[in-house]
């Protein structure tokens, strides 16, 4: 592991939870980065009191959320969602750069007890059919980008692929993993995840294949088989090689895991990326919220003693107003 260059760091034996470390293997062309959530995670987790299996399925997706949000080079927003005919309808992951988390997701408590009775509560079965949004939010000046993917019960991996090959162009392969320590008086949850893109100076060299034309009338010219970079080769067999106990490992820092995966090539670490669990919700935010709605809409918000109460789908906090003090100006 390369310690000599001006942009890397020491290499760290402590393991180190929710970072995000970035790598580069210079003679296979690839960078990645390195995810492994801890803390973060049981905070975010801690606020809901999901199902096991909800919960494993909400670290999938906040670990691919890191993965991907922490590329953003400007103070940005990074969203993941779901929305599906499955046991978790929707699924919603928003990484607010450079370090905050948040996450929630709506689940039908009949469909799970279902989907428990035929093995099937895997987070890819929990998701079911529908889609999966990649949004990012440069700020209320810009326009925002939107990448979609279908979910046919592939799984966030799967569909982190195909968005990769449809949307960016970009050889890349990702791992995702989520495991649950189970300890005498309470459990806690850790995620962690792989990304490694390959970015060769030729563009040549980053050409993937075309997407399957599908139902192609019959006749119809079909696509070229292509090869694959010989080192995108090589990087896509060190990196799949990685074991979901690995990416999950408290014990194992980020910067051995990448010596054990790429040793024989070299690889460099740079600086880690700090993350934490933070909601962006605020009194004055809400407040101007149910400022937007008609009066008859903040009537009929009214309860029984007379407040307006609202709860945060994200932290579960739950603020009280009075209806004056969000009547319209």
Same mark, same amino acid.
């Given at each position: 592991?390369?310690?000599?260059?001006?942009?890397?760091?020491?290499?760290?034996?402590?393991?180190?939870?929710?970072?995000?470390?970035?790598?580069?293997?210079?003679?296979?062309?690839?960078?990645? =980065?390195? $995810?492994?959530?801890?803390?973060?995670?049981?905070?975010?987790?801690?606020?809901?009191?999901?199902?096991?299996?909800?919960?494993?399925?909400?670290?999938?997706?906040?670990?691919?959320?890191?993965?991907?949000?922490?590329?953003?080079?400007?103070?940005?927003?990074?969203?993941?969602?779901? =929305?599906?005919?499955?046991?978790?309808?929707?699924?919603?992951?928003?990484?607010?750069?450079?370090?905050?988390?948040?996450?929630?997701?709506?689940?039908?408590?009949?469909?799970?007890?279902?989907?428990?009775?035929?093995?099937?509560?895997?987070?890819?079965?929990?998701? #079911?059919?529908?889609?999966?949004?990649?949004?990012?939010?440069?700020?209320?000046?810009?326009?925002?980008?939107?990448?979609?993917?279908?979910?046919?019960?592939? #799984?966030?991996?799967?569909?982190?692929?195909?968005?990769?090959?449809?949307?960016?162009?970009?050889?890349?392969?990702?791992?995702?993993?989520?495991?649950?320590? $189970?300890?005498?008086?309470?459990?806690?949850?850790?995620?962690? #995840?792989?990304?490694?893109?390959?970015?060769?100076?030729?563009?040549? =060299?980053?050409?993937?294949?075309?997407?399957?034309?599908?139902?192609?009338?019959?006749?119809?010219?079909?696509?070229?088989?292509?090869?694959?970079?010989?080192?995108?080769?090589?990087?896509?067999?060190?990196?799949?090689?990685?074991?979901?106990?690995?990416?999950?490992?408290?014990?194992?820092?980020?910067?051995?895991?990448?010596?054990?995966?790429?040793?024989?090539?070299?690889?460099? $670490?740079?600086?880690?990326?700090?993350?934490?669990?933070?909601?962006?919700?605020?009194?004055?935010?809400?407040?101007?919220?149910?400022?937007?709605?008609?009066?008859?809409?903040?009537?009929?918000?009214?309860?029984?003693?007379?407040?307006?109460?609202?709860?945060?789908?994200?932290?579960?906090?739950?603020? $009280?107003?009075?209806?004056?003090?969000?009547?319209?100006?």
């Amino acid at each position: 592991m390369n310690e000599n260059s001006p942009m890397s760091r020491p290499v760290s034996d402590a393991a180190s939870d929710d970072r995000a470390l970035p790598y580069a293997v210079m003679p296979l062309d690839v960078r990645g =980065r390195v $995810v492994r959530l801890g803390p973060a995670l049981d905070d975010l987790l801690r606020n809901h009191a999901y199902p096991p299996e909800v919960s494993r399925a909400v670290g999938e997706a906040a670990a691919l959320t890191v993965l991907l949000g922490t590329a953003l080079k400007f103070d940005g927003r990074f969203q993941l969602q779901t =929305r599906t005919d499955g046991v978790i309808d929707l699924l919603v992951v928003d990484f607010d750069a450079p370090d905050r988390i948040r996450a929630f997701a709506r689940f039908d408590a009949d469909k799970l007890a279902a989907a428990r009775a035929d093995n099937a509560a895997t987070p890819a079965g929990l998701l #079911g059919r529908g889609h999966l949004a990649f949004t990012i939010d440069r700020g209320p000046s810009t326009q925002r980008y939107q990448g979609v993917v279908v979910l046919d019960g592939q #799984g966030l991996e799967a569909a982190a692929h195909q968005y990769f090959l449809q949307s960016e162009q970009i050889p890349t392969l990702v791992r995702l993993a989520v495991g649950e320590i $189970v300890g005498a008086q309470e459990s806690h949850w850790r995620a962690g #995840g792989l990304i490694v893109q390959f970015l060769p100076d030729s563009p040549e =060299r980053r050409r993937m294949p075309d997407l399957d034309p599908g139902d192609a009338p019959e006749g119809a010219a079909q696509p070229e088989p292509m090869s694959e970079d010989d080192a995108w080769l090589e990087a896509k067999a060190l990196a799949g090689s990685v074991e979901d106990v690995e990416l999950v490992d408290p014990d194992l820092s980020s910067e051995r895991l990448l010596y054990r995966l790429f040793n024989e090539r070299g690889v460099t $670490v740079y600086e880690p990326q700090v993350v934490r669990h933070a909601c962006r919700c605020s009194r004055d935010s809400i407040a101007n919220m149910l400022r937007s709605f008609t009066p008859q809409e903040r009537h009929d918000m009214i309860a029984d003693d007379g407040m307006i109460s609202v709860t945060c789908e994200f932290c579960g906090t739950r603020r $009280v107003f009075e209806p004056a003090e969000v009547e319209a100006e």
